[in-house]
């Protein structure tokens, strides 16, 4: 398994990928809708994780020169509990840092307690904040 910078090819398994871990998310976060917004920031902050030519992983990260966030990090559930998901963040986290971004944030849906736990267990802490969002 190697970790890079998504390519054009790689679309069909980040499709495949998306549907199978996130299948409840609404279609404005589809790949058709989510991988053209994010490439046209030009920020290389989409990465895949690939295993003999397939896509198994994913994360996609934004920095707006005050905060760094993470966002679409999965892992096909045959590939789970192989660290994959940990180099993915640890990937995005290097890349942030190196554009000068010193926190991250992310959100995690909070039925979702096998997640968060990952995230802790990153050293991630659960901030006592209330998400709000608009759609455009």
Same mark, same amino acid.
């Given at each position: 398994?190697?970790?890079?910078?998504?390519?054009?090819?790689? =679309? %069909?398994?980040?499709?495949?990928?998306?549907? #199978?871990? =996130?299948?409840?998310?609404?279609?404005?976060?589809?790949?058709?809708?989510?991988?053209? %917004?994010?490439?046209?920031? /030009?920020?290389?902050?989409? =990465?895949?994780?690939?295993?003999?030519?397939?896509?198994?992983?994913?994360?996609?990260?934004?920095?707006?020169?005050?905060?760094?966030?993470?966002?679409?990090? &999965?892992?096909?559930?045959?590939?789970?509990?192989?660290?994959?998901?940990? &180099?993915?963040? #640890?990937?995005?986290?290097? %890349?942030?840092?190196?554009?000068?971004?010193?926190?991250? /944030?992310?959100?995690?849906?909070?039925? /979702?307690? &096998?997640?968060?736990? =990952?995230?802790?267990?990153?050293?991630?802490?659960?901030? #006592?904040?209330?998400?709000?969002?608009?759609?455009?």
């Amino acid at each position: 398994m190697h970790i890079r910078p998504y390519e054009a090819a790689d =679309f %069909a398994g980040l499709d495949v990928l998306w549907r #199978e871990a =996130f299948p409840n998310d609404p279609p404005r976060n589809r790949a058709e809708q989510s991988v053209p %917004a994010k490439l046209a920031m /030009n920020d290389d902050l989409l =990465f895949v994780a690939v295993e003999d030519g397939k896509v198994i992983g994913s994360i996609m990260a934004g920095y707006d020169g005050h905060r760094g966030w993470l966002y679409s990090v &999965a892992v096909r559930q045959s590939a789970k509990r192989r660290g994959i998901g940990t &180099a993915l963040v #640890e990937t995005a986290e290097g %890349a942030l840092r190196r554009l000068g971004c010193i926190k991250i /944030n992310l959100q995690v849906r909070s039925t /979702n307690a &096998a997640v968060i736990e =990952f995230y802790k267990g990153l050293g991630f802490t659960v901030e #006592e904040h209330i998400s709000m969002g608009r759609l455009l």
